[in-house]
């Protein structure tokens, strides 16, 4: 017998179940159902509400703000995956931020090329 097999027989094993409080993960809190059914009819409500803005024929500033619902909800119907009771509201609102910052983005980009071009 080699001398490590013979330490690692003197050394005690760690006992599993030893008296030291363990480290628990806080417990996971999913989105309720109604919570859920609230942010995709949200959701949904803003595209419809960007259609019907899109395509009155009464005034022109609703068609602009129309046009700019129908670019956040085309991005915020991405979130309607998330938007179920398996996930908890936290992931929701961090793919809403990740989509945020796309958005973000492609403005400053457009931006930029319309600053070389002109």
């Known amino acids: 017998m080699s001398e490590a097999q013979a330490e690692s027989r003197e050394t005690p094993a760690q006992d599993v179940a030893s ?6 993960k806080p417990a996971r809190r999913n989105m309720s159902r109604r919570t859920a059914q609230l942010i995709v009819i ?4 803003l595209c419809l509400l960007a ?4 395509f009155q024929p009464v005034y022109r500033p609703l ?3 129309g046009c700019i619902m129908v670019v956040a909800g085309g991005l915020l119907f991405n979130l309607i995956p998330f ?5 908890p509201l936290r992931r929701v609102v961090r793919v809403t931020a990740i989509v ?5 983005i492609a403005v ?3 931006l930029g090329f319309v600053e070389i071009l002109l």
């Open 19 to 24: 008296d030291a409080p363990a480290e628990e």
């Open 42 to 45: 949200a959701i949904i409500a």
């Open 51 to 54: 259609l019907v803005f899109i």
């Open 63 to 65: 068609f602009s703000a």
């Open 83 to 87: 938007a179920n009771t398996q996930n």
């Open 100 to 104: 945020g910052a796309i958005l973000l």
């Open 108 to 110: 400053l980009i457009a």
